[in-house]
């Protein structure tokens, strides 16, 4: 039984020792792994922010510009209103005085049948 216990231990402990040894270098291996991912982690979170941080100032911006063009597009829209407006005023009024004189125009016209149908009697 001793010579067994010594076979085990002559062939069995190193065998376990270089086990050990192996299993601490993965060990230290699976830390380095845990350390790299934490740094690529906090890498790709610190890019990602960056990207949040410049999509927000391009919304803000862009928004600022729509705002800005909705607000010049209104004041354009208004000034033509106006003009269209007062070119609509200025043609009914030119109807409403083309429309009177051509009044006046059959009046005589009437007048002037009438006094044609006397004479010619």
Do not use: C, W, Y
Request: hydrophobic fraction near 40%; charged fraction near 40%.
């Amino acid at each position: 039984m001793a010579t067994i216990k010594k076979v085990l231990e002559g062939i069995i402990v190193p065998e376990m020792q270089t086990i050990k040894d192996r299993l601490a270098s993965i060990e230290g291996e699976i830390k380095s792994l845990h350390s790299e991912i934490k740094r690529l982690d906090d890498k790709i979170d610190n890019g990602l922010a960056r990207l949040d941080n410049k999509i927000d100032t391009g919304l803000v911006r862009l928004e600022d510009r729509i705002n800005h063009l909705d607000q010049k597009l209104s004041t354009e829209l208004a000034r033509l209103d106006d003009k269209l407006s007062s070119q609509v005023t200025r043609l009914d009024e030119k109807l409403t005085f083309t429309n009177k004189r051509l009044d006046e125009a059959l009046d005589i016209r009437e007048r002037l049948a009438a006094l044609e149908a006397k004479v010619g009697r």
